[in-house]
């Protein structure tokens, strides 16, 4: 007779109610919803005690660095680049997905940040809501949200991590001039107090300090320091919750600084802003999944990748840019605030399009497997491989020849 314990590992899942008091259970739990945990926490955090951080967020070296907010960010890179592996894009440089691959670079890059210019005009108050939101829309897709996402869905992850790798480190360079057009001179002052500084030389030296340049070296310490590959491997889940809990310490840093702000805010004002940040997904869903499966038409698999990436937003990098944009750390805070409802929308979304996803995937993968096992009707025998009756009498007459 089984034992309680070994029936229930023999199960798929858990009963709710024993998942409750299980610490396996709750700690897989913890580490699955890690990112939405650790957002709320820093939202709470900086509502509840906001002190802390908003002394963070001053805090200075060499002029104007907020040593707190980018110190963190640059260790979210390295861990991304200490945990790349290069063997696992290689699968998506197939000549098959050539067509999805380009159209999910040019979105990410270019299509979707056009959404920005109608962001920018929402009726929000304050109008720093908008401002954030149109910077959130020029953000590359997300660092480890977006793969897990598509494993989930049963699309192609290969190709899910060649489009955040790539897109992560082309925004470097397309960034500064989108947010140079779409915030001209004359919007900055409309944006609040803290008047805009969109230099795209100088956002450009400070991205590539932040972001591209301590990706290379976590990437090349993977590669040539002994050792290093596999520590990453053995952490992976540890260094990933390291670097998302880094992210949440910024969130929590920006959020700190425009509390009092965001207190007076009213709870319409609130939700029309919450309301526009999940409209933003919902659209680039609809829109990128339009084109995919009814214009490119690429296997289902990476028909997934490239929809799902393609409509994910960083907010990492968008608070990132945003402290790098305004030196008024209350305006940063409100501008902030949209681009972390984004993500965590994006986040709960995906959890529900994961299970309509996974569904087709699988039954997509029966019907091939079903295809498969049906025999091949046989061809009948070609007319010219039948030997003409003069032919056949030849070969019965061996003298004739």
């Known amino acids: 007779m089984l034992t309680a314990t070994q029936t229930l590992s023999n199960n798929n899942a858990l009963p709710p109610l024993f998942t409750l008091f299980n610490p396996s259970a709750r700690r897989a739990g913890v580490v699955k919803n890690f990112l939405p945990l650790a957002f709320a926490s820093a939202l709470v955090g900086a509502l509840v005690w906001p002190d802390p951080g908003a002394y963070l967020v001053g805090l200075k070296v060499a002029g104007n660095v907020r040593i707190a907010q980018v110190l963190p960010v640059v260790l979210v890179f390295l861990i991304s680049g200490l945990q790349l592996d290069t063997k696992d894009m290689r699968a998506a440089l197939s000549a098959r997905n050539l067509p999805a691959l380009a159209y999910g670079l040019v979105a990410i890059l270019a299509l979707t940040p056009l959404l920005g210019y109608a962001l ?180 289902l698999r990476e028909a997934i990748a490239v929809g799902i990436m393609a409509s994910q937003k960083s907010a990492p990098v968008a608070v ?58 046989q061809q009948p025998p070609a007319a010219s491989a039948q030997p003409r009756p003069d032919q056949a009498a030849g070969a019965e007459e061996p003298g004739s020849k």
């Not at 919750?241 to 709870?267: C, G, I, K, N, Y």
Request: glycine share 6%.
């Open 120 to 299: 920018r005009e929402l009726p929000l108050e304050p109008k720093e809501f908008a401002t954030g939101l149109a910077v959130f829309s020029v953000a590359p897709t997300t660092l480890g949200v977006g793969v897990a996402l598509t494993a989930a869905c049963g699309g192609n992850e290969a190709l899910a991590l060649l489009l955040t790798v790539a897109t992560n480190a082309l925004a470097v360079f397309t960034m500064p001039p989108e947010l140079q057009l779409l915030l001209p001179p004359a919007a900055e002052g409309a944006a609040g107090a803290g008047a805009l500084n969109v230099n795209v030389y100088d956002l450009l030296t400070k991205l590539a300090a932040t972001v591209l340049v301590p990706f290379a070296l976590g990437k090349a310490a993977r590669e040539y320091l002994p050792g290093a590959a596999a520590f990453a491997k053995a952490h992976r889940t540890r260094l990933s919750m390291f670097s998302t809990a880094a992210l949440a310490f910024v969130v929590w840093q920006t959020l700190s600084s425009a509390r009092d702000l965001l207190l007076e805010q009213p709870p319409g004002a609130l939700a029309a802003m919450v309301a526009a940040a999940l409209g933003m997904h919902l659209f680039y869903l609809v829109a990128n999944f339009a084109v995919v499966w009814h214009v490119l038409r690429p296997p």
């Open 320 to 377: 990132t840019v945003i402290s790098y944009l305004s030196s008024n750390p209350a305006q940063q805070g409100l501008m902030a605030l949209p681009a972390v409802v984004g993500q965590m929308g994006q986040i709960f979304i995906g959890a529900a399009l994961a299970r309509q996803l996974s569904a087709v995937v699988a039954r997509h993968k029966e019907a091939e497997a079903l295809a498969a096992k049906q025999p091949q009707p």
